[in-house]
């Protein structure tokens, strides 16, 4: 009987000291996207306006509007430092110009593009793109992701670099 309790005494104090040297992994907090995206006006190190060369060159697009786009989504946008734009809006292409002046951001909605039929979730996703991009009016760099906002701060478009260029 003393050796089954020296025993199970052993086994408890193995148990206490195995348990005692895992060491949980630091989990990042959870942030919702929305506490992730800065309010207008924000001073955050990390959020600034986007200078021209820095808006030019090709971005994939992760989010239109507060949606995300469909996984392996072949939307993109490209902005020039001369202000044409051009891309892809899921299905079709699409090209045109835009100004880029004092941090304001002018993106018409008449721009053009190919009309070919794809999908029914990638041409409903182009649509919300065609219908968000003109509401741009601000481009903001966020650790490495271009936001463009509109007037109220809501979020049109966010995208990230394609570092292949």
């Known amino acids: 009987m003393k050796s089954v309790t020296c025993f ?7 148990l206490l000291l195995i ?24 001073s955050s190190p990390a959020y600034r306006a986007a200078t021209r060369k820095e808006l030019s060159g090709i971005w994939y697009i992760e989010y239109i509007g507060d949606r995300p786009v469909i996984d392996r989504s072949p939307a993109r946008i490209q902005f020039t430092e001369e202000g044409a734009i051009n891309g892809n809006a899921s299905c079709n292409r699409f090209f045109g110009s835009y100004t880029y002046a004092g941090e304001q951001l002018q993106i018409p909605e008449s721009l ?33 992701l271009l936001i463009l906002r509109d007037d109220q701060g809501n979020q049109v478009i966010r995208a990230s670099r394609d570092e292949s260029q």
Not at 8 to 14: K, R
Not at 123 to 132: G, T
Request: hydrophobic share 40%; with cysteine; glycine share 4%.
């Open 19 to 42: 348990a005692c040297q895992q060491t949980a992994q630091p989990q990042p907090p959870e942030v919702s996207d929305t506490a992730k995206q800065p309010t207008v006006g924000e």
């Open 112 to 144: 053009g593009a190919t009309k070919m039929m794809c999908l029914p979730a990638l041409m409903e996703q182009e649509q919300r793109l065609f219908q968000h991009l003109p509401n741009a009016t601000r481009a903001s760099l966020l650790n490495g």
């Open 8 to 14: 199970a005494l052993l086994i408890s104090t193995l």
